[in-house]
Each structure stands twice: as C-alpha cells, then as structure tokens.
C-alpha cells in the first residue's frame, strides 16, 4: 500500500489549536499505518468523550469543544480518520471503503481500551460512528450527536446528490475554501488549517472518497451494518443522548435529523443553532456546555 504522511510543518502554528499530537502504528488489521489522536486528560478519568469528526475535516474541527469537554474532568480523545488530518493518507482511492474505515475506529477503540464513552458525531463521524456501539455496547454510555444520518440505501435528497457531485467533479477540492462558505465566520487563517493535511492532490483520496461511500443507492457497501445500527438505537440504546442541529445546512439538515432523532430511543428536543450549518462543531462551545448541563456534568 502506497502512503503519504503530510510534513509536519504543515501543522506549525494553526489558529486556535495547540493540541499535542499523539499516533498509534499498530491497530488490528492497520499495523504500520500510523493514526494521529488528540487526547485531553487523565487517561484514568471516570468519562470519555470520544469525538469523530467527518468529511472533509479533522481533530481542528473539535478545537471549541474539546476545552469545555476537558473542563468537566472528562478525558477527551479526538482521532483523525486515516486519510485526514495527520493520519497516514493511503494513495490509491479505492483503498478506502465503508468497512476500512469502520474496523480501523473499532481497532482505535480496543486498543486505548476507552470505557464510559460519551460518543460525539457528526457527518461521516456519525454515518460510520453510529454502527460503532453496537458491537462494543459496555463501552459507550452518552450519544452527543449532530448534522449526520444512518443511510440505508436510500436517497437523501437533492442536496447531497449536488454535494456528491460537486466533489466528484474537484478532485482536488479547496477544503479550506470550503469550509469558509460553509462557516463564513471562520477567519482565513483557521480555513486554512482545513487544508494543512494536504500539500497536493495526492493526498486527497480519502475526501475524494467519502460523499461516493455514503449509502443512499440499494447494494453498497455498508447498508447492512447501517441497519443493524438503526435496529440498535431504537430498541436496544438505553443511554442518555444529546441532539444540536444546525439549521443552515442544505443537506443534513432538520429534516434529516427529524428522522434520526425519531431512530434514536429517547433521544430529547434538540436543540436548535439557527445561525449554524452543516459543521455543527464550528460553533461547537455552546453546544458542548449546553450538552454537559443536559447530563448533569455541569451545573
């Protein structure tokens, strides 16, 4: 397998962001692929919140959050996806599948042995993070989930179809640009640290990858497991749960997360950003406080 690692100059001086990097090389089935993680607090702390960023971000996605996470004296673990941020970039596109990246997050788990999970989501940290609790229930306790969905081979609208489409068509998408007519508060410099992973094109497969993954035509790769998670969360999660959609998003939007929370047992009203679009994360600190008060950790 031919891989890229981006230079870690690339990661000097990022706005907003100070997190020490740390890699693990040797998960089940990934030996030698290194997977970058950030990690907050005690390894030994009584909760953990485990946050999975998606398309086309990375650990920088959570920099709002992880602090008033951290605050509650909860350790917090943010791991890039192999192929973002400063994980190990695969070169060949079809490398990447549903089930790699799925098995690489179940290996992550088991090996820093996370218990008492506080699961945050969202986009494709909530397609491929919401199959994760079923095959390791002890672990996880609290959903905290945000602008995503469990597709099951089925359309989800006009929206991501131009999205998909757009990116098919970019092969070596600005995702700095991007983020910035997403979220138009960001400043340069922090859109910028959105493209930092990648120097060139070729390291560009796996945000190449992921809108061709998602699940919304009958046969792909992934529709199966999907629906076992679907089955899980209506009638076998017994957690607490947490649910922030950003209004402003075309493509997971309200109406897509109507249908998720009504999936998900128990899950309470929402809470609503009505300023906020699909990365729910870039206006992430009300939420994350709002969401530690919801469960009792903050007063």
């Not at 179940?106 to 909530?126: H, K, M, P, S, Y």
């Not at 099951?152 to 757009?166: A, I, R």
């Not at 493509?251 to 906020?276: F, K, Q, S």
Request: charged letters at 25%.
């Amino acid at each position: 397998m031919d891989v890229l690692r981006t230079p870690d100059d690339r990661f000097a001086d990022l706005s907003g962001y100070d997190f020490t990097p740390n890699y693990v090389d040797d998960l089940r089935g990934y030996e030698g692929l290194r997977v970058h993680y950030v990690s907050v607090g005690s390894d030994d702390a009584e909760k953990v919140f485990l946050c999975l960023p998606g398309e086309p971000t990375w650990a920088y996605l959570y920099r709002r959050m992880v602090p008033a996470f951290a605050e509650s004296g909860a350790r917090v673990v943010v791991p890039d996806w192999l192929g973002f941020g400063r994980s190990d970039k695969p070169i060949d596109d079809h490398v990447y599948s549903f089930d790699f990246h799925r098995n690489m997050m179940l290996a992550f788990i088991e090996r820093l042995d996370l218990q008492n999970v506080t699961l945050v989501v969202q986009d494709w940290g909530g397609i491929l993070g919401l199959t994760l609790p079923m095959d390791m229930q002890s672990r996880f306790s609290r959903l905290i989930v945000m602008n995503t969905a469990i597709p099951v081979g089925e359309s989800l609208g006009d929206g991501f179809q131009s999205w998909k489409d757009y990116v098919a068509s970019r092969p070596d998408m600005d995702c700095g640009a991007l983020m910035q007519r997403a979220c138009p508060h960001l400043s340069g410099a922090e859109a910028q640290a959105y493209e930092a992973p990648f120097p060139d094109q070729r390291y560009k497969a796996g945000v190449r990858r992921f809108p061709q993954l998602v699940m919304i035509e009958p046969g792909m790769s992934g529709i199966e497991t999907a629906k076992r998670a679907r089955r899980f969360w209506s009638t076998e999660w017994t957690g607490e749960s947490f649910m922030a959609i950003g209004a402003k998003d075309p493509v997971l939007g309200p109406r897509v997360m109507t249908m998720l929370r009504d999936t998900i047992n128990g899950c309470p009203e929402p809470l609503i950003l009505e300023d906020a679009g699909h990365f729910v994360q870039e206006w992430g600190e009300p939420v994350a406080r709002a969401a530690l008060v919801h469960f009792g950790d903050l007063a």
